[in-house]
């Protein structure tokens, strides 16, 4: 599976900001969907992840209530919408395909996409 990721940008805080990424090459619907984060400076991240035929989702404490992620099977795209952004939210942000969603959660995916950045100021 390639991954292209895309929408990041520089936004103010309290803004919002939608990420996509899209799939290639193999059954997007074969795969659970996630995206990670990796901040200036910091490890990368898990940010959430969206089952394989999309309704359940699991995000991580830090965006929980603030984030979330869909996916078009039909499109091969999942999305990453970003509300009430924050500076701490400043990162390349990738996205990530595996079969096994814990994979995912767990930051070892069988495939990455290249990341997109995002920048929140103050």
């Known amino acids: 599976v390639q991954l292209q990721a895309s929408g990041g940008g520089p936004v103010q805080a309290g803004a919002s900001l939608r990420l996509s990424c899209e799939g290639s090459?193999?059954?997007?619907?074969?795969?659970?969907m996630g995206w990670s984060r990796q901040a200036p400076g910091k490890e990368r991240e898990f940010v959430g992840v969206v089952k394989r035929r999309g309704g359940s989702t699991y995000y991580a404490d830090s965006v929980k209530g603030r984030f979330t992620i869909s996916r078009d099977n039909a499109k091969n795209i999942v999305y990453l919408q970003m509300d009430n952004l924050k500076p701490e939210d400043t990162a390349v942000y990738y996205c990530?395909?595996?079969?096994?969603?814990?994979?995912?959660?767990?930051?070892?995916?069988?495939?990455w996409g290249q990341g997109t950045l995002v920048t929140v100021s103050s």
């Open positions: 990530a395909a595996d079969e096994v969603l814990h994979k995912i959660v767990v930051m070892t995916p069988e495939y």
């Open positions: 090459g193999r059954a997007f619907e074969n795969y659970a």
